[in-house]
């Protein structure tokens, strides 16, 4: 098992170019999320899905948008990167079922530079 | 709302020191988890404990233990006898029960322990 993987690990965009993120997980888990990572401000939500076909909006999720088309997989994107969305992405995955875990399972992160 | 504090922003230690992390959490359920994660100057998340609301044994794991109290809000992690490979940024996280199991995440507390 790979478990949750990230692609890429690192970005440089220069602002106003889109791109998208890719979160694969091969846990068959229900859940998944993307959160950002910012100094100083621990890793905050910015969108989130508890199922195929299915997202919603985190804590911070202006500027951002996802898609959920497959189980495995969960995308983010970014139509027009601006400087402020420079940080660390990392996604994560959970089973829905509580009896096997509670814990969200993570990717080891995406470094994204917007200059 | 949720809310978890980690008041400390960075600690240093001398190796063989112990050391407390303290961790506060504000929450309007009656049934929640916490959550402990390691991330190392690599980068990743790595899971350390998970406590259910209505478990308020303590938990200890090698060097590592765990201290909740719900009269206190408080979910405090301490290692003894430090060394310098716990050297990372440490969060506390919470999660409401059912639903979406999304995390709040505390912003981190920064373990520098030195030789």
């Known amino acids: 098992n790979a478990g949750v993987t990230q692609t890429p690990k690192f970005r440089v965009l220069k602002t106003g170019q889109s791109m998208t993120l890719l979160c694969a997980q091969d846990?068959?888990?229900?859940?998944m999320y993307w959160y950002r990572q910012d100094p100083g401000m621990g890793l905050r939500l910015i969108h989130y899905?508890?199922?195929?076909?299915?997202?919603a909006k985190g804590e911070v999720p202006d500027g951002y948008n996802v898609s959920r088309l497959k189980k495995q997989n969960f995308l983010l994107g970014l139509e027009s990167a601006a400087p402020s969305q420079t940080s660390v992405y990392f996604c994560?995955?959970?089973?829905?079922?509580?009896?096997?875990?509670?814990?969200?399972?993570f990717g080891p992160g995406t470094r994204l530079t917007v200059t | 709302a949720q809310k978890v504090t980690q008041a400390q922003t960075e600690i240093s230690v001398v190796e063989k020191e112990d050391v407390t992390l303290d961790c506060v959490y504000e929450?309007?359920?009656?049934?929640?988890?916490l959550f402990w994660y390691k991330q190392p100057p690599s980068g990743e998340l790595v899971f350390l404990i998970r406590?259910?609301?209505?478990?308020?044994q303590n938990e200890i794991s090698g060097r590592y233990s765990w201290n909740f109290q719900k009269s206190t809000s408080s979910f405090n992690f301490t290692i003894t006898a430090s060394q310098v490979v716990d050297s990372a940024v440490y969060f506390c996280a919470l999660s409401e029960a059912g639903g979406t199991y999304k995390y709040i995440f505390g912003t981190g507390t920064r373990l520098k322990v030195l030789a």
């Open positions: 929450t309007r359920d009656t049934t929640y988890y």
């Open positions: 994560a995955s959970k089973n829905r079922d509580t009896a096997l875990s509670y814990e969200q399972y």
């Open positions: 899905s508890v199922g195929e076909g299915t997202t």
């Open positions: 846990m068959n888990h229900e859940y």
């Open positions: 406590r259910n609301s209505f478990d308020e």
